[in-house]
């Protein structure tokens, strides 16, 4: 082997020193996440022990929990739907205002270009719809 062989360029070198920097770190994230871990469990387990067998506040706390849970769950579903629908009218809206110019930028463009016969709010005609 040559002497040249084995020698590194500053870049090469110094990509080295990144790998080995970003695996220390990648391997310390791993044990901060596995000691969570051992310590959630380990302390699950001893509030279960504590627990059991004893009637406490903890199931009306938890069912209460679970109320209240659904019922946001369904109050953002339905504000979802809501604001679904009024986004789509509000969108067949502009493009109903928009669509002269529209027309007549891309007939400028291109004069001799056919129309894709869509309804003046963007929607397919209604001839070209299949049941």
Do not use: C
């Not at 953002?76 to 809501?82: E, K, V």
Request: charged share 25%; glycine share 6%.
């Amino acid at each position: 082997m040559s002497n040249s062989a084995t020698k590194f360029s500053k870049r090469d070198l110094l990509n080295i020193e990144l790998q080995k920097i970003s695996l220390r770190y990648g391997l310390a994230r791993t044990v901060v996440r596995t000691i969570g871990w051992v310590a959630a469990i380990y302390l699950g387990r001893d509030m279960v022990i504590a627990l059991a067998g004893r009637e406490t506040l903890l199931s009306f706390y938890v069912s209460f929990l679970s109320d209240i849970k659904v019922v946001v769950s369904f109050s953002l579903a339905g504000f979802a739907g809501l604001w679904a629908i009024v986004e789509r009218r509000l969108r067949y809206r502009k493009v109903e205002q928009l669509q002269g110019r529209i027309k007549e930028l891309e007939t400028a463009i291109d004069p001799n270009r056919t129309s894709s016969h869509l309804t003046p709010k963007g929607k397919t005609n209604p001839k070209d719809k299949t049941l």
